[in-house]
């Protein structure tokens, strides 16, 4: 569970969080839903203690990370999409972070297998696509095994089959009891993904309806 209560955070004169203020349930899939600088990322990089609002709350399963990153265990998230670099191995990447949390190098080829990039774990990062980053990135929030998964614009770089992927990814991480919160600016793509949806606007939450009643304007 994520509880998100009246966070508000402002760059300079812009508000980009307004008393945002919410609870993301278990074992079903989260939508956040808003245009292009509505507050998504802020809001969850507060949540993940990456960022801190000036006034509010966020805690995961009740813990405040306020004051520490967020461990890969109790949350995994992907931000922003970006390609990925270097000349590392995705497999020894993955190694790498996994090694750094406690993690055993089983569970990296498992991630990797989830996210579809066991045949080309062995090249080098800087040869990936944006898809594969992507991927690349769900993997690294998948590693810790959490009852939380937190994707910011998951979409992103992906195509077709990879948004149908990554809905049926979500799907069975939801029907396994876990917390699943996903972000997108395009309701289209909420309507095939989530069950319950957030809808933000400049830094407030304008809805906050199952997609039952949102698509039927109850
Ligand atoms: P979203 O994820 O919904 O697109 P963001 O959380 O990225 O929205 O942005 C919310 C608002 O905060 C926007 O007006 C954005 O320009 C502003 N903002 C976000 N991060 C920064 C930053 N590091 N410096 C200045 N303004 C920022
Ligand atoms: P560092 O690289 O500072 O030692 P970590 O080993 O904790 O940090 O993290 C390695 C990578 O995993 C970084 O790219 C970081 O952004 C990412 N990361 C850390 N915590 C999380 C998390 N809870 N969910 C997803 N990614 C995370």
């Known amino acids: 569970m994520i509880e998100v209560e009246y966070l508000s955070k402002h760059y300079g004169s812009i508000a980009a969080l307004d008393g945002m203020n919410f609870t993301v349930r278990p074992g079903i899939v989260t939508g956040f839903l808003g245009p292009n600088g509505a507050g998504k990322s802020t809001s969850m990089r507060v949540i993940l203690g990456l960022d801190?609002?000036?006034?509010?709350?966020?805690?995961?399963?009740?813990?405040?990370?306020?004051?520490?990153a967020a461990p890969l265990h109790e949350i995994g998230a992907l931000l922003e999409a970006k390609s990925v670099e270097g000349s590392r191995t995705a497999r020894n990447q993955l190694r790498g972070i996994a090694a750094t949390h406690g993690i055993g190098d089983a569970r990296v080829d498992e991630v990797l297998h989830m996210v579809g990039l066991t045949d080309v774990a062995h090249h080098r990062l800087r040869t990936f696509s944006l898809g594969m980053s992507q991927r690349l990135g769900i993997a690294i929030a998948l590693l810790g095994?959490?009852?939380?998964?937190?994707?910011?614009?998951?979409?992103?770089?992906?195509?077709?089959?990879?948004?149908?992927w990554i809905r049926e990814l979500l799907r069975g991480l939801a029907d396994e009891g876990r917390t699943v919160f996903v972000s997108s600016h395009?309701?289209?793509?909420?309507?095939?993904?989530?069950?319950?949806?957030?809808v933000v606007g400049a830094g407030r939450v304008l809805a906050d309806v199952s997609m039952s009643e949102f698509v039927s304007g109850a």
């Open 186 to 198: 395009l309701m289209s793509e909420m309507a095939l993904t989530a069950d319950h949806l957030i």
């Open 52 to 68: 801190k609002a000036d006034s509010g709350r966020a805690t995961v399963n009740g813990k405040d990370y306020r004051d520490l």
């Open 145 to 164: 095994d959490p009852a939380v998964v937190m994707l910011d614009e998951p979409a992103n770089g992906l195509d077709p089959d990879g948004i149908k």
